[in-house]
Each structure stands twice: as C-alpha cells, then as structure tokens.
C-alpha cells in the first residue's frame, strides 16, 4: 500500500533543512515527504518547485499528481531578518494567508502551521499551556501571534482543518545549538547565564528526527487536532546539559534574574496525541539527533 503524502513548505528554511536529513536517517517513515523550493529542486528530492505563494497553481498541481492527507507550513522570509524587523516579520502572515488560499483550492484537507513559542513572551512561574494569554515581545513573535488569528479566521472560513504548531527550540536550528557547528577549537568558551540553584537556562527543545516524526504524525492523526498546539518534547532541559552533551566548552555567567531561568511549554495534549512518538527525549538525545543531521551531506 502506497504511503500517504504530506506537502512541506519551507524546504530550504532552516528546520526545513534539517528535516530533510532527518528524513535520511529514518528511511521507514510512515509517509511522503513532498518538499517544496523557492527555485531549485535538489537533485534526487521528491519535490516541486513554488516560488511565488499568490500564484496558487503550483500547489494544485502538485496535489493533483500526489494528493496530500496535509500541508506544512514553515515558509518564512525569503532573506534574513532580526526578529525585531516588524516590516519583515509580517511575510509569517502574508505567506500563511496565501498557503491557505491554495490548499482551499487545491483540495487540501489539513493544514498545520508553523508559530512559536515566542507569541507567550518572558517566562512564567510554570510552563505555558496553550490557553495562556498571549504577551509577545518581539515583531517576530506578535507575527506570529497575528498570523494565528489570521490563519483561524480563514480555515473555518473555507472549511479546513488548522492547527498553528507553538514550537519550542529545534535542535540545530536554535541559536544555541545552530551556530555551535561553526565553533572551531580556538574560540573561547561561550558564556552561559547561570542561577543560584547552579542550572542554566532551562527550555523546551527537541531534536529534528523527533520533530519529524512528531508532524507525520499529527499529519496523518486520524484525531481532530486543537486549533493551537505546543510543539516539543515534554521534558524541558538545561541549556548547560547540552553544551555539555555535545562537548562545547562554556563558562558560566552568574545571573540572579529567575525570571529568565524557565521559559518552558507545557506539551501533554501533544503527547496524548502522539502516543507512538518518544517525546520524553533527553539532553543527550537532543544533541545525538542534532549530531547525526550534521553528518548528513
């Protein structure tokens, strides 16, 4: 029996790039991936190029050839941009609103898309649920924020089904993790905040092998899924665990702001829906999907 297909958009992003290798290692994935590209399709890639999301034929298309059981949608900015850049920030609405006229048209039953655990803003004293209010304190997270509305309004308006995934940290694609690979042995030590209780910042992260397997299988849920959902493994972790993890040198940074300290997301309605994915993932863990992604060419 032919696997089902799910549409990613966003193939050259960042997690989007990670998935990809992740996607090599477990060979035995329960689905087909479809990557899309801005202009280049990868040789050997099962994909379909989709440069400009207002013209909606590319995804019919597609989804005409291989129909879809969903979408993904992680396309952001075509060029970087600081999270405080408000005028860049608002492509994460723009393209959003375009991804889901095409699916309407197209066909396409489900749709999930990318937010982040920014649209909760500084931490609390407990990891955040997803009916917490929102503050968020960056352009990039009111994006996002924005784009959840936006993306809400206009699935229950054409019929769809939609869930805007609040992802934690991604293993690689973080700022953590993601500029370790181009560390060298002569660079300092980083400097890493610690507390008073001798931990470092602790956050919910998860590696890109988990990640995958976690949006395959909300994908092809044959559950209804909320309309928002937190998105990582349910076991935050210490920034210092995984420096360590992944034998980075750091220094510690002594910090007093407790409020920095937790910045945590509370994923239990995402493990009851995912019984057949490992999130209870640790630091090293964390850092040996990350590691294996790196081996990847």
């Known amino acids: 029996m ?20 992740a996607e090599r290692i477990d060979g035995d994935a329960n689905a087909q991936i479809v990557w899309q590209f801005r202009d280049h399709l990868p040789l050997g890639t099962k994909g379909f190029l989709w440069s400009d999301f207002s013209d909606p034929r590319p995804l019919i ?37 375009q991804a889901i006229t095409a699916a309407a048209l197209a066909g396409v039953p489900r749709v999930l898309v990318a937010s982040s655990s920014a ?3 500084a931490g609390k004293d407990r990891a955040f649920r997803e009916e917490d ?13 924005e784009m959840e509305d936006l ?19 991604v293993a690689g694609a973080d700022m953590l993790l993601g500029n370790a690979s181009a560390r060298t042995e002569d ?15 602790r956050r919910s992260y998860i590696g890109p092998q988990t990640l995958l397997k976690t949006l395959i299988a909300l994908s092809l849920s044959t559950h209804p899924l909320p309309a928002r959902l937190n998105l990582s493994s349910t076991r935050p972790v210490e920034m210092n665990a995984l420096l360590d993890a992944a034998q980075i040198s750091w220094r510690k940074r002594p ?25 209870e993932s640790t630091a090293r863990s964390i850092v040996a999907e990350w590691a294996s992604c790196l081996e990847q060419t």
């Open 2 to 21: 032919p696997r089902p297909h799910i549409a990613f958009l966003g193939a050259s992003g960042r997690i989007g790039r990670l998935l990809r290798k």
């Open 61 to 97: 298309t597609a989804q005409s050839k291989t129909p879809f059981a969903a979408i993904l949608v992680f396309t952001g900015p075509s060029q970087p941009a600081g999270k405080d850049d408000a005028k860049a920030m608002q492509a994460h609405i723009s393209l959003v609103d």
């Open 119 to 121: 649209v909760y803003g």
């Open 133 to 145: 209010a929102l503050a968020p304190i960056n352009a990039y997270g009111m994006a996002k924020a």
């Open 151 to 169: 993306a809400a309004r206009r699935a229950s308006a054409e019929g769809i089904e939609l869930c805007a995934l609040r992802i934690g940290n």
């Open 187 to 201: 660079d300092p030590p980083l400097d890493l905040d610690i507390f008073p209780d001798g931990a470092g910042p």
């Open 255 to 279: 910090k007093s702001d407790l409020a920095h300290q937790n910045i945590t997301l509370d994923c239990s309605t995402l493990a009851a829906l995912c019984t057949g994915v490992d999130l």
